[in-house]
């Protein structure tokens, strides 16, 4: 049953709500329910290529207005932002599922990162630097590339876009935006406010579809410089190896298989909250989701008790419920993946202690539940150690010493996050120094990044790029070095000696 009725969304480009080349279109649908949110239009490459031509054209100007008020766009937008969370929140809670507090803080990270954004219009630092010759003045300054293509995933449908598509545009770039085919509403809400809040056309352009047609296009488009993409690594491998010979710059936002260490020394209350937390909320959904806890032999059996009388009390359900605290995780086959992987860890001889199940009590069996999910005696190299799940499942690892724990957590292809809950500053500090992963947590779990720290993750996780706080900028920016000689004669760097 639709919600909407059938009304079919259109494509934005170049300032006008338009309907896409072919009237073929996919729906999105209620993960908790079934029921339809929308239709949108399944666009092609000449579509694709319509919203490239808008976004090359607005660059034109965009890039030459100046960097402050570019920033005025974006806190016009943070504000409007603000006034719409909560529409913005349930209709996050309707298209993908998360519980209504979470949506909250989803949109309320969008709102953060457009704020710090917009204030970035009135810094975009460079360096000055003193030269090794007399009479010669010298600066960096970051420069703005062109068109950015930003593929944007559904577990963040509005937080990622913005940590996208806020530095893109305050650092003078224009963008074509696709958002994931689980979540075009918000993708369509999402730039609906960038156009209430004065988004001069072709400057930011939507066109929805799928990765196979929308996305690859974007990335084979001589005209689309840059390409940021959060999704999984398969599709980041494709899309590195299909913009190699263009030599574009490709942001990737991958994978992650993060650990939560737990030492015998720890406060285990606040590990076991951190542990639920990290492995359930937005049912394990996260990039940066616990999938697997490494617990000290002390520990271990009191933590896994306690790990399994929390998990078996959450209540699953409806996200708009207010009672609810696991949401449905996304559609179908997300569903099957992660029950996959209960029979693979079982296969294993891994012992399951709880969930391992789709829900279907009381009307779940309407949307897409999976049974919190906790795996004991479970070996490092198992595959439900070793890959990513995506869903609400975690591994339970014993190690000996803090040695064995951070060897462990580190014996992966992926490092985003990671954490360890100890009293002892030594065992922190090592932590800190040798887990190696974009993010560590200390006595907290492994997920919650802030906006104004770069996010982004080391080995199979990306390609060394971040996103968000400082470092975002060194992606949608190149540097120039400006060397201003006033010495009137020919002064030759590295012969000629300075006075
Ligand atoms: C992601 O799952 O890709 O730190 C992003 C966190 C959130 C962002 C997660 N602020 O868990």
Request: hydrophobic share 40%.
């Amino acid at each position: 049953m639709a919600l909407t009725g059938t009304k079919t969304y259109q494509n934005y480009i170049g300032g006008e709500w338009v309907d896409a080349a072919s009237d073929e279109t996919f729906e999105s649908v209620n993960p908790a329910t079934g029921e339809v949110v929308g239709a949108f239009p399944k666009s092609s490459a000449e579509d694709v290529d319509r919203a490239v031509e808008a976004a090359k054209d607005a660059y034109q100007r965009w890039h030459l207005v100046p960097a402050p008020k570019r920033a005025g766009l974006l806190f016009r937008v943070g504000q409007r932002f603000i006034d719409r969370k909560d529409e913005l929140t349930e209709l996050m809670v309707k298209e993908m599922g998360k519980v209504r507090p979470e949506a909250g803080g989803d949109v309320q990270e969008a709102i953060d990162m457009t704020y710090y954004m917009a204030g970035e219009g009135r810094r975009l630092f460079g360096h000055t630097t003193p030269s090794e010759m007399p009479n010669k003045f010298q600066m960096s300054v970051r420069m703005p590339i062109g068109v950015v293509g930003a593929i944007t995933p559904w577990n963040f449908p509005i937080a990622i876009p913005s940590w996208k598509i806020a530095p893109a545009l305050v650092c003078g770039d224009t963008v074509v935006f696709k958002p994931a085919r689980d979540t075009p509403m918000l993708g369509e809400r999402f730039v609906e406010i960038f156009e209430e809040a004065g988004l001069p056309a072709g400057v930011l352009n939507i066109v929805h579809g799928g990765g196979e047609t929308v996305g690859e296009r974007l990335v084979a488009h001589p005209d689309v410089p840059l390409i940021s993409l959060t999704g999984s690594r398969e599709v980041g491998v494709r899309t590195a190896q299909n913009a190699a010979s263009l030599l574009k710059h490709v942001h990737l936002e991958l994978g992650g298989k993060n650990a939560i260490i737990v030492m015998d020394d720890a406060d285990l209350e606040l590990a076991v909250d951190g542990i639920i937390w990290s492995a359930f909320g937005t049912s394990g959904q996260r990039c940066t989701a616990a999938s697997r806890v490494i617990a000290g032999a002390k520990v271990y059996d009191s933590l896994q008790s306690q790990l399994v009388a929390r998990a078996e009390k959450l209540r699953l359900g409806n996200g708009l419920d207010e009672d609810t605290e696991v949401g449905p995780v996304i559609n179908k086959s997300a569903l099957e993946k992660i029950h996959s992987y209960t029979e693979i860890g079982k296969d294993e001889g891994a012992k399951l202690l709880t969930g391992g199940e789709i829900a279907t009590e009381n009307g779940l069996d309407k949307g897409f539940f999976y049974r919190p999910t906790i795996f004991a005696d479970v070996d490092p190299e198992m595959r439900i150690a070793q890959e990513e799940i995506f869903g609400p499942t975690t591994a339970l690892i014993r190690a000996t010493d803090v040695d064995e724990a951070i060897r462990i957590a580190n014996g992966i292809e992926y490092g985003l996050s990671s954490s360890i809950f100890t009293r002892d500053i030594n065992k922190a500090f090592r932590a800190i120094r040798d887990l190696n992963a974009g993010i560590t947590y200390i006595n907290a779990g492994t997920i919650g990044a802030e906006v104004h720290l770069p996010f982004g993750g080391t080995k199979q996780t990306g390609n060394g790029h971040r996103e968000a706080g400082q470092a975002a900028l060194d992606f949608y920016t190149e540097w120039k070095s400006v060397y201003v000689d006033y010495s009137g004669k020919l002064q030759r760097a590295q012969i000629d000696p300075g006075e």
